[in-house]
């Protein structure tokens, strides 16, 4: 039981020195990066993650559905779900 406990131990610490080496090794064959301003950098890390602010939600005048105002058709002081609404114009 000893010999079974002293290979497994020689194992694991075989395999620790293995990654440790070929962590190493990545880190040094790495390309190196000019650093970031943190502005740059935060930036990034918004858009990559999806986090940009809120946006303002309005109502179609026709349906009545809401929906982003990068997506609305602005026509006449109002918002439109689509070009076809806003050519309908206010239900009534």
Known sequence: MGKLIFWILVILAGLVAVRLIARHNERQNAPRQAPKSQAGK???EKQSLGADEPEAM?????CGIHMPRSEAVLSDGKT???PEHAKLGVRQ
């Open 42 to 44: 935060a930036a990034k």
């Open 58 to 62: 309005v109502r179609c005048a026709h």
């Open 80 to 82: 439109w779900c689509s």
